[in-house]
């Protein structure tokens, strides 16, 4: 492999899905200033809305995540195309 072309700040990170709490810990050069003690130690913190873990894809449930209002504003904008 080439010397200098990969990342100084390749690490071990917890992955948090914040729609069911789940965690899983893998390496990543995302930036974050959140921590948190996973199995007894100490790692960065990435949250995510969705993961494998909650999207109905991979469940196999259907299940809306509305953030912000979103689906609430798409429902009103166009309830007078859907009569």
């Known amino acids: 492999m080439k010397n200098g072309i990969h990342p100084e700040n390749y ?10 709490d789940e965690m899983f810990l893998c390496k990543s050069t ?5 921590t948190i003690d996973y199995e007894g130690s100490t ?5 995510m809305e969705i993961s494998s873990t909650s999207h ?3 469940t ?3 299940k ?9 504003k798409f429902m009103n ?3 007078k195309f859907a009569k």
């Open 11 to 20: 690490r071990l990170v917890v992955f948090k899905d914040m729609s069911n």
């Open 30 to 34: 995302a930036d974050t200033k959140d």
């Open 43 to 47: 790692y960065p913190l990435i949250k």
């Open 56 to 58: 109905p894809f991979y």
């Open 60 to 62: 196999g449930k259907v």
């Open 64 to 72: 809306l995540v509305d953030t912000a209002g979103r689906v609430d």
């Open 77 to 79: 904008k166009y309830k």
